[in-house]
């Protein structure tokens, strides 16, 4: 099992920047592949970032530039950098970890809201 705490949401004004911080806990060995997700109010969840075992990222084409994805070695930590934040960024913002175990492979922290003011 994994557990996942993000951190570090808020609200900030447009063109400005925030960290989200994600600490995962338990069999953190078995993730192979870490990323955030965001929920605008009244949308459906959607990729933003993610960061597998080699390190290799993907982004949205919406915040391509302006978010950086990172981690630790050892997995326990991620960040989502983001800068010249847009109202539009505003949403709930998930962490999420795709990991070994075939019965239950995806793990989801609780959301963390970022609002940007125009």
């Known amino acids: 099992q994994v557990q996942l705490v993000e951190s570090g949401g808020g609200l900030v004004q447009a063109g400005g920047s925030l960290r989200l911080s994600c600490a995962a806990s338990?069999?953190?060995?078995?993730?192979?592949?870490m990323g955030w997700y965001r929920q605008g109010l009244g949308k459906e969840r959607e990729v933003v970032a993610t960061?597998?075992?080699?390190?290799?990222?993907n982004y949205a084409d919406s915040v391509k530039g302006r978010f950086t994805i990172s981690k630790n070695n050892e997995k326990s930590l991620t960040y989502l950098q983001m800068k010249s934040l847009k109202p539009e960024d505003t949403s709930v913002y998930f962490c999420?970890?795709?990991?070994?175990?075939?019965?239950?492979?995806?793990?989801w922290g609780q959301g963390t809201q970022v609002t940007v003011s125009s």
């Open positions: 338990g069999h953190v060995s078995r993730i192979i592949t």
């Open positions: 999420y970890a795709r990991s070994t175990y075939r019965a239950n492979p995806d793990y």
């Open positions: 960061i597998n075992d080699a390190g290799i990222t």
